[in-house]
């Protein structure tokens, strides 16, 4: 089963680096962080806040077949592991709204054109497995989005 601390933190990994031109005199500014959005948001140094609100399984992926391991020379059936939907909202602060709306296009397009995420991108437990990440931009509803903040 995917380590969901694994995946924030190769979320990380990933975007931190990807934030680095827009402003490469500072360096690590801005940055992307792991929150759980309680108490205020400062807009100083500029980040991307990314919060995980939702964690479904993927009901996709449930009837996949079982996996064949060699137990000491005798083969065993195991349920393949639980593949997971994870929802984070992306978040940018900064004092300058064109700063914001920049830190939100390079981690859209971060995401785009790396949206399979792999080997060495990997974090933690993942970077061991023979897994991908898969990135896709998730459209709420209205009433999705006011259940966030209730």
Request: aromatic share 6%.
């Amino acid at each position: 089963m995917p380590e969901i601390d694994d995946v924030s933190l190769t979320l990380k990994s990933v975007l931190d680096p990807a934030l680095d031109p827009l402003l490469p005199a500072l360096p690590n500014e801005p940055f992307a962080e792991i929150t759980d959005l309680q108490g205020n948001s400062q807009l100083s140094p500029s980040r991307l806040s990314l919060f995980l609100f939702d964690v479904q399984e993927d009901g996709s992926a449930r009837n996949r077949p079982r996996e064949r391991v060699d137990d000491n020379g005798e083969v065993k059936l195991k349920k393949p592991p639980m593949a997971l939907r994870l929802q984070y909202l992306a978040t940018p602060w900064s004092a300058n709204r064109f700063t914001e709306q920049a830190i939100l296009t390079f981690t859209l397009r971060t995401l785009y054109v790396g949206a399979i995420l792999r080997g060495t991108q990997l974090q933690g437990d993942l970077a061991n497995r023979d897994v991908g990440l898969k990135g896709t931009l998730f459209q709420l509803t209205l009433e999705d989005l006011a259940g966030i903040w209730n």
